[in-house]
């Protein structure tokens, strides 16, 4: 029972921590499109 609300309170208060891993995951992804992005734009030359 206290392990559930936990996850309740975790998902309505979103630490600084829980903002820098979302942001790093979000400039993660980012990083891999931009990449392939360029792959292509070699491809087609």
């Known amino acids: 029972m206290a392990g559930a609300n936990v996850g309740v309170l975790n998902s309505h208060e ?5 903002e820098a891993l ?3 995951k ?3 992804m ?3 499109n931009e990449a ?3 792959v ?3 491809g087609a030359m």
Not at 14 to 18: I, K, L, Q
């Open 22 to 24: 979302t942001r790093g």
């Open 26 to 28: 979000l400039e993660v």
């Open 30 to 32: 980012d990083a891999i």
């Open 14 to 18: 979103r630490t600084p921590m829980d």
């Open 40 to 42: 292509e734009l070699r």
């Open 36 to 38: 392939e992005a360029l």
